[in-house]
T-cell receptor, first 116, second 107 residues
C-alpha cells in the first residue's frame, strides 16, 4: 500500500459526459501528479500540482482540468468525454516539487474509466 | 525534447540475472533516472533511482554511464513474481516515462 488513495476505482460513463476523479496524497506529500495509461500504452504525464499550485503540464487535453485543494487532495475533471478517453488514470504524490530529481513518486491504485 | 526508449518485451528464466536498458536523450542535467515496476491493475511501484555510475539496493542495481544517455536496470536471480512491466523515467521540462518493458519470467 503506497498510502495514495484514489476514488472511484471504476467509472463507466457515456460519450459527452463529465466525470471527476479524486486523489488523496500520502501524508506529508505536497505534490500530486496525474497520469493517463491507455491499453498497451505507457504512462502519459498529464499535470502536476505542488501545494495547491500548478507546477508542470504534460500532455493534458483542454477538455481535462485539475486542481489541488488546501487539504492537498486533488481532483481531475474530464469533460466532453470521448471513447478514446477510456483508460487507467493514476495519481501519484511526492514530498517535493521537482517531479524528477530525487523526488520519488508514490502511485495510487488508479481509476479505470470506461467511456461507452 | 527528451525521449526514453526501452525494449517492448523480454523473457528470462527463474534464477537468471535480467538486464533491461533504457535510452534517454536530452534529459535534464539535474534529473535522476528512476525505474518503476508495475503489476496488472496496480499503480507503478518505485524500484531504484540514480544519477551516475552504479546504485544498488535490496531489489536491484542500476548502472548509468558517464554520458547519462542510457541506464540499465539489473535484477539478480529473478523469480516468477518478477513478471511485470518495468518503466524508466526521466525528465526534460516535463516527466517522461518510457513505454515499458514487459518482463516474462519462465519456470
Amino acid at each position: 500500500d503506497s498510502g495514495v488513495t484514489q476514488t472511484p476505482k471504476h467509472l463507466i460513463t457515456a460519450t459527452g459526459q463529465r466525470v471527476t476523479l479524486r486523489c488523496s496524497p500520502r501524508s506529508g506529500d505536497l505534490s500530486v501528479y496525474w497520469y493517463q495509461q491507455s491499453l498497451d500504452q505507457g504512462l502519459q504525464f498529464l499535470i502536476q500540482y505542488y501545494n495547491g499550485e500548478e507546477r508542470a503540464k504534460g500532455n493534458i487535453l483542454e477538455r481535462f482540468s485539475a486542481q489541488q485543494f488546501p487539504d492537498l487532495h486533488s481532483e481531475l475533471n474530464l469533460s466532453s468525454l470521448e471513447l478514446g478517453d477510456s483508460a487507467l488514470y493514476f495519481c501519484a504524490s511526492s514530498v517535493g516539487s521537482l517531479g524528477g530529481g530525487t523526488d520519488t513518486q508514490y502511485f495510487g491504485p488508479g481509476t479505470r474509466l470506461t467511456v461507452l | 525534447l527528451a525521449k526514453t526508449t526501452q525494449p517492448i518485451s523480454m523473457d528470462s528464466y527463474e534464477g537468471q540475472e535480467v538486464n533491461i536498458t533504457c535510452s534517454h536523450n536530452n534529459i535534464a542535467t539535474n534529473d535522476y533516472i528512476t525505474w518503476y515496476q508495475q503489476f496488472p491493475s496496480q499503480g507503478p511501484r518505485f524500484i531504484i533511482q540514480g544519477y551516475k555510475t552504479k546504485v544498488t539496493n535490496e531489489v536491484a542495481s542500476l548502472f548509468i554511464p558517464a554520458d547519462r544517455k542510457s541506464s540499465t536496470l539489473s535484477l539478480p536471480r529473478v523469480s516468477l513474481s518478477d513478471t511485470a512491466v518495468y518503466y524508466c523515467r526521466g525528465r526534460d521540462d516535463k516527466i517522461i516515462f518510457g513505454k515499458g518493458t514487459r518482463l516474462h519470467i519462465l519456470p
